[in-house]
């Protein structure tokens, strides 16, 4: 099964932030493929340059690395935000990304 999951929360949350890399770490034992994670609203600053340092971005990078799916975030969202450069894992992309991969996935997840 396809899963597609976006990402809200800020780049401070922790135990959000925990919780949405425990979530996606357990779909893909449990046997689902990722399309993606797509960074939105406050957890566009996760995937900036400036956070390469931040171990949840290091993580994400790793998983995806590892289960060969894509990071996206939203470049609207990042240019309301003044960020303008991105971590290489992460691609900015726009919502027509993120309703591309949506119409492929089994389901939907928002985290928050």
Same mark, same amino acid.
């Given at each position: 099964?396809?899963?597609?999951?976006?990402?809200?929360a800020?780049?401070?949350?922790?135990?959000?932030?925990?919780?949405?890399?425990?979530?996606?770490?357990? %779909? &893909?034992?449990?046997?689902?493929?990722?399309?993606? $994670?797509?960074?939105?609203?406050? /957890?566009? +600053?996760?995937?900036?340059?400036a956070?390469?340092?931040n171990?949840?971005?290091?993580?994400?990078? %790793? &998983?995806?690395g590892?289960?060969?799916?894509?990071? $996206?975030?939203?470049?609207?969202? /990042?240019? +309301?935000?003044?960020?303008?450069?991105?971590?290489?894992?992460?691609?900015?992309?726009?919502?027509?990304? &993120?309703?591309?991969?949506?119409n492929?996935?089994?389901?939907?997840?928002?985290?928050?």
């Amino acid at each position: 099964m396809n899963l597609t999951l976006i990402i809200k929360a800020d780049i401070h949350a922790d135990a959000r932030h925990r919780a949405a890399l425990r979530f996606a770490e357990q %779909a &893909l034992e449990d046997g689902y493929t990722l399309t993606g $994670v797509f960074f939105y609203a406050d /957890a566009v +600053r996760l995937a900036s340059a400036a956070a390469v340092n931040n171990p949840y971005s290091q993580q994400w990078c %790793a &998983l995806a690395g590892q289960h060969q799916f894509g990071l $996206v975030v939203c470049h609207t969202a /990042a240019e +309301r935000q003044g960020i303008e450069q991105f971590s290489d894992y992460f691609e900015p992309a726009g919502l027509t990304q &993120l309703v591309s991969w949506m119409n492929a996935a089994d389901k939907v997840v928002t985290l928050s």
